[in-house]
């Protein structure tokens, strides 16, 4: 079957750093991509990777490695607006999105 | 119109009426998908459409039915509600299928069946 695992919730600090994990298992890869959705409003796109390494933009990045299936989101310099669920979600060998439950972060002033 | 419309915004429905979910893009998207959202599981795909005219089954079809005849439109259609179809909607659209193409998303419909 496919599965994405991500942390149920995490907590962090304004203005720290924080790392929120995904590792996957699916049938093929076509991309990993994060979403960010707050409470009550719809998802909306942060990053794409499809080849191993780092994307930087901005206050986010996201890592990529194939090999191992994994990829984690990286936040910088933490602001109360970034409470917020973060999607995990990889695209199969159908070009379909399987998607994680999502991480809830819980940013404390 | 700019994106994704949803409507109705929220919807309280008795079991077994049949209901219709509306979904419109102006982004002239060739594809559109149809998600639910439970609490603690992750968006699961309904029914998707690579373009006009054409429609696929996605991982929790049963009990839902699509059809695309425009660009623009992607109805959803609960023939029968159950309470089991109680969840937040989501329609999406993005230019194509293929790799990259990131998903938009439309604001959501908050369906409960009792």
């Known amino acids: 079957g496919q599965n994405i695992d991500q942390p149920t919730e995490m907590t962090a600090t304004e203005g720290a750093i924080v790392q929120i994990n995904c590792t996957y298992q699916t049938s093929g890869f076509n991309g990993l991509f994060w979403y960010q959705q707050h409470a009550g409003e719809a998802p909306t796109f942060l990053s794409y990777?499809?080849l191993d390494g780092l994307e930087e933009k901005g206050r986010f990045s996201s890592f990529l490695s194939r090999s191992k299936g994994y990829s984690y989101l990286l936040l910088k310099e933490l602001q109360m607006k970034d409470s917020a669920s973060y999607l995990c979600?990889?695209?199969?060998?159908?070009?379909?999105?399987?998607w994680g439950a999502g991480t809830k972060l819980i940013i404390k002033p | 119109i700019a994106g994704i419309t949803q409507a109705p915004t929220s919807q309280i429905l008795a079991a077994g009426r049949r209901m219709t979910l509306r979904c419109t893009q102006d982004m002239r998207h060739n594809a559109m998908y149809w998600y639910r959202q439970d609490l603690g599981l992750g968006l699961r795909l309904i029914h998707y459409?690579?373009?006009?005219?054409?429609?696929g089954k996605g991982e929790v079809p049963d009990g839902y039915s699509v059809s695309r005849a425009n660009t623009d439109d992607f109805p959803l259609t609960l023939a029968s509600a159950v309470p089991s179809q109680t969840s937040v909607y989501f329609c999406?659209?993005?230019?194509?299928?293929?790799?990259?193409?990131?998903?938009?998303f439309g604001p959501g419909t908050r369906l409960t069946v009792l």
């Open positions: 990777n499809v």
């Open positions: 459409s690579n373009t006009a005219g054409t429609t």
């Open positions: 979600a990889v695209k199969d060998s159908n070009y379909q999105l399987i």
């Open positions: 999406a659209s993005s230019e194509n299928s293929g790799e990259y193409n990131e998903q938009f």
